[in-house]
């Protein structure tokens, strides 16, 4: 399975490789391929960083103040277990290989898109 998952990411890249080719090859411009390559790039490196703060657990926990009115009781049976905010948020980051497709084939983008308008 992981064989296959790196191999989409390689056949991605190639395609784009030729299709940059066949681009130059039928007369198109250079540099809006340049543009388009490198903007393509930058998009897929955001959707990288995006998928991977998205696993970040950045809201658990938030404070939650007493309300007025509010029993000290019930507002120790509203309130947040430390220790389970803190086991989330401490947990180590995951990165699935859409994530890391994502930043492959968005830096060899860039690269590309570096390397036609040489």
Do not use: H
Not at 10 to 15: E, H, P
Not at 35 to 60: R, T, V
Not at 95 to 118: E, K, N, Q, Y
């Amino acid at each position: 399975m992981k064989q296959a998952k790196r191999n989409v990411t390689f056949l991605l890249s190639v395609l784009a490789i030729i299709a940059a080719i066949i681009w130059i090859r039928v007369g198109g411009d250079s540099f809006s391929l340049s543009n388009a390559y490198f903007y393509i790039g930058i998009i897929l490196i955001l959707i990288g960083i995006i998928l991977i703060l998205s696993q970040a657990q950045l809201f658990a926990g938030w404070f939650k103040r007493r309300d007025k009115g509010e029993s000290k009781e019930d507002y120790n049976e509203r309130k947040i277990d430390v220790k389970s905010v803190g086991s989330k948020k401490n947990r180590p980051l995951k990165i699935s290989p859409l994530m890391r497709s994502c930043f492959i084939v968005g830096g060899l983008m860039i690269v590309i898109a570096v390397l036609v308008t040489i």
